[in-house]
């Protein structure tokens, strides 16, 4: 086995397909249905909004599906992440457990996301869209986004949550200096965001309402389509890279983990991370997924299995996931990128199906797991990454505590260099914990729609 920290691939071993779980999993989705009419949704109903590329890989069947070079090129920017193992954080934990993150902070936007953006922005551009509209919570993907745009010379335009937006102003910054435009949500720019703010002016937005004007905007111009940095087929697709490169590199270190663990808000960084494990277990070896959620946001954890909007206003296709209603209005939590009120439908099945687990946990429990995690092995994670530090940090006391070894990978999903005001405010004492209210939790469930 090899004792090396840092485990590495050659850019040449960047992988060249992407897998596919709908081509294992046992259960079939159900099928997207088309908001007006709730029949189930065409490829003709997406074109507005989508090249049919990315169409044609939301609904594949083919286990593997090519990486363009061109693509692959620019992973090759940054790709393949290190894999880490977590020497100092096992010794602060003292614990037999062995630790590994894959860390996906090293990208040029700071995250995971990228690795769909740049596939979207290529289908997009190949598709001959010169504009692309999207949405952004604590910034991560509006950040990716901004970037995948500029290399291919689109027009970027950006809803970003207005909480996080004042929370984040550096990532704004950052979005802006590729060229791309960040609104705050809700905004007078849109009739959704106006509905909104007629009724409260004051309101923190929501990624629900942030997706409702990115939607309008794109559907609204020909030449502009819409990019989803989370929840659907194709996006998690894209984000396989980061498992199936861990595989690689944990057979280079002689191991394999007990079990994966990913934060996940609508499920990009999540399945990327474990979906290319969950293939092993289909096929009958033994290894489990954690999924870890904010109990300000619990939609795994404390949702239903139900059909539902993927936005506020009612414009996408609605789908069956685990959700809190799409009216859901979460709390002003600062791992803006988890404060979805819906799951992945691929996430959410296999949740249902019970090949992955769920935990929440609340946001001074997460930071200060972040902060154990930084004073030991010296990068600072962000918010979102941080609840999956927290699971791993769960499970390796858990074997301390058994006096057994296991081996434990999470996704260091992105680094939080842009979220010290979150951390300013976690070292000052001001931190407070936002758990999810149950009878506002009843009311926003009451409004799902009748399928």
């Given at each position: 086995m090899s004792n090396d920290k840092k485990i590495f691939l050659d850019e040449q071993e960047v992988p060249r397909r992407w897998y596919n779980i709908q081509a294992d999993m046992p259960t079939k989705l159900a099928p997207p249905l088309h908001p007006g009419t709730k029949q189930p949704v065409t490829p003709d109903d997406l074109l507005p909004l989508f090249p049919m590329e990315l169409i044609k890989q939301e609904v594949s069947q083919e286990r593997w599906i090519d990486i363009p070079e061109e693509v692959v090129e620019k992973y090759r920017i940054w790709r393949p992440t290190p894999l880490i193992r977590a020497y100092e954080l096992e010794?602060?934990?003292?614990?037999?457990?062995?630790?590994?993150?894959?860390?996906?902070?090293?990208?040029?936007?700071?995250?995971?996301?990228?690795?769909t953006a740049i596939p979207q922005a290529y289908?997009?551009?190949?598709?001959?869209?010169?504009?692309?509209?999207?949405?952004?919570?604590?910034?991560?993907?509006?950040?990716?986004?901004?970037?995948?745009?500029?290399?291919?010379?689109?027009?970027?335009?950006?809803?970003?949550?207005?909480?996080?937006s004042r929370q984040k102003p550096y990532r704004r910054s950052f979005m802006q200096v590729y060229g791309a435009e960040v609104i705050p949500s809700p905004?007078?720019?849109?009739?959704?965001?106006?509905?909104?703010?007629?009724?409260?002016?004051?309101?923190?937005?929501?990624?629900?309402?942030?997706?409702?004007?990115?939607?309008?905007?794109?559907?609204?111009?020909?030449?502009?389509?819409?990019?989803?940095?989370?929840?659907?087929?194709?996006?998690?697709?894209?984000?396989t890279v980061i498992g199936l490169e861990a595989k690689a590199q944990l057979a280079k270190a002689g191991d394999y983990p007990d079990v994966v663990i990913g934060c996940c808000g609508g499920g990009s960084n999540f399945g990327g991370i474990a979906f290319p494990f969950l293939q092993d277990r289909f096929a009958g070896r033994q290894i489990r997924a954690l999924a870890v959620e904010p109990t300000a946001c619990p939609t795994l954890t404390r949702g239903v299995f139900a059909y539902d909007y993927g936005d506020l206003g009612k414009l996408t296709p609605i789908m069956k996931m685990y959700t809190l209603?799409?009216?859901?209005?979460?709390?002003?939590?600062?791992?803006?990128?988890?404060?979805y009120h819906g799951e992945s439908p691929l996430v959410s099945q296999l949740y249902h199906d019970g090949f992955i687990e769920a935990q929440a946990?609340?946001?001074?429990?997460?930071?200060?797991?972040?902060?154990?995690?930084?004073?030991?092995?010296?990068?600072?994670?962000?918010?979102?990454?941080?609840?999956?530090?927290?699971?791993?940090?769960?499970?390796?006391?858990?074997?301390?505590?058994?006096?057994?070894?296991?081996?434990?990978?999470?996704?260091?999903?992105?680094?939080?260099?842009?979220?010290?005001?979150?951390?300013?405010?976690?070292?000052?004492?001001?931190?407070?914990?936002?758990?999810?209210?149950?009878q506002d939790l009843a009311r926003f469930l009451a409004d799902l729609p009748q399928i």
């Open positions: 010794k602060a934990l003292d614990t037999p457990a062995k630790i590994y993150y894959k860390h996906e902070g090293v990208s040029p936007a700071g995250s995971h996301k990228v690795n289908y997009n551009k190949a598709a001959g869209i010169k504009r692309l509209a999207t949405e952004t919570g604590a910034g991560q993907w509006g950040s990716a986004l901004s970037l995948a745009c500029s290399f291919y010379g689109l027009e970027c335009i950006v809803y970003m949550v207005k909480i996080s905004s007078d720019k849109t009739e959704a965001g106006r509905r909104v703010l007629a009724v409260t002016p004051d309101s923190p937005g929501s990624l629900g309402l942030a997706i409702s004007e990115a939607v309008e905007d794109a559907a609204g111009r020909a030449d502009t389509n819409y990019a989803l940095g989370s929840v659907l087929n194709h996006v998690l697709l894209h984000q209603g799409h009216s859901f209005m979460p709390s002003g939590i600062h791992a803006g990128g988890l404060r946990y609340d946001q001074r429990q997460i930071f200060e797991a972040a902060i154990t995690f930084a004073r030991s092995e010296g990068i600072i994670p962000a918010p979102e990454s941080a609840h999956a530090v927290r699971g791993a940090i769960v499970e390796a006391l858990a074997a301390r505590e058994e006096g057994k070894g296991r081996t434990i990978l999470f996704g260091l999903s992105g680094h939080g260099h842009f979220d010290m005001t979150a951390y300013d405010s976690y070292l000052a004492g001001d931190t407070k914990d936002a758990p999810c209210d149950e």
